[in-house]
């Protein structure tokens, strides 16, 4: 159940970057996260975690994308990254 | 119009890192040792401990601890047995403690100058994995009634600590237990671990252990005047 408090950090991380980005909640469409083989986080538990946070917030557009590292040697075992944000500009009206 | 993509590449821990490495900092240059021990529930972790206080009092060390647990104090109460200064977090459901939760005990803790701080985490060999909480030391510890393959079964844990503890020896034959391989599994997630075999009935082990701890603690504030 620590997948929610690591959540809750994607979410302020996600919030930092758009808004210093002038990126609006709303256009937020996906999260890249780059988890370590041995960071210990359950990947559907983080999933639905995320969720929860989001659902009925503006940043309820977004999904996470987690991409798990097996490779042991590969990157620092514990590591986990929020990669990049994806942003999907709302057309302007006129 | 298509997606754009915004390069983050941020530590998803790391405001919890940035916090526990000023901790750290701060603890040292006030001559404090900081450890943080992490295992199962039921591993033998809270009478380890209080023996282990209780031989630091006996030294003229000032110690206190800080327990974390989901309910009760009961930890607390036994440590502060020892004589040492102790206060215990109950989570109320959280599963690991956060450096910030170890920050807010400390400030409104009024203590005196102290040679050693232990952090008792919450019983758990998943969670209290990935956060940092200051400490200058991380121990893990693995009772005989566990089996061997934990380390093997929770290669994260156990691949951050710095010192592991193989606890109940007392009880490792009645157990069958085969150190040797317990050994073997703790040096395949963390190669170099230090490995002690205690008993928290017959203190086997003890005085090893403490001259250890130590011998790090001087050599940990050694390293940061």
Redesign the interface.
């Known amino acids: 159940m620590h997948e929610l408090s690591i959540a809750n950090e994607i979410l302020k991380i996600v919030q930092e970057h758009a808004s210093a980005a002038n990126v609006k909640a709303s256009d937020v469409t996906a999260v890249g996260i780059r988890l370590g083989a041995w960071s210990c986080v359950q990947e559907q538990s983080l999933q639905n975690s995320f969720r929860w946070l989001v659902d009925q917030t503006p940043f309820e557009s977004a999904r996470l994308e987690i991409h798990r590292i097996d490779e042991v040697q590969e990157m620092e075992v514990q590591e986990m990254i929020v990669e990049w944000i994806e942003i999907q500009d709302q057309k302007e009206e006129n | ?1 298509e ?14 890192d940035t916090l526990a490495r000023k901790m750290r900092q701060e603890f040292l240059s006030r001559g404090i040792f900081v450890s943080n021990w992490v295992s199962s529930p039921g591993s033998g972790k809270t009478l380890w401990l209080e023996n282990t206080l209780r031989q630091l009092i006996d030294r003229g060390l000032q110690v206190a601890a800080i327990v974390g647990d989901l309910e009760t104090d009961r930890d607390a109460q036994r440590l502060e047995r020892s004589g040492a200064c102790v206060r215990q977090i109950m989570t109320h ?4 403690l ?1 450096a910030d939760m170890i920050r807010k005990e400390w400030e409104a803790w009024d203590i005196g100058p102290i040679d050693y701080l232990f952090i008792e985490n919450v019983g758990n060999l ?2 209290p ?2 956060w940092d909480l200051g400490e200058s030391l991380r121990v893990g510890l693995l009772s005989v009634t566990e089996g061997e393959d934990k380390p093997l079964k929770y ?3 156990f ?2 600590c710095d010192v592991a503890l193989l606890t109940k020896m007392d009880l490792a034959q009645a157990c069958e237990f085969d150190q040797v391989l317990a050994i073997e599994n703790l040096q395949a997630v963390r190669p170099g671990i230090e490995v002690f075999e205690t008993s928290g009935k017959t203190l086997e082990g003890m005085d090893l252990w403490i001259d250890w701890l130590e011998n790090r603690r001087k050599i940990s504030l050694l390293s940061n005047p």
């Open positions: 119009m997606p754009r993509i915004l390069q983050v590449r941020t530590k998803i821990l790391k405001a919890n459901g959280l599963c690991h956060e998943v969670c994995t990935s290669p994260g844990l691949n951050t």
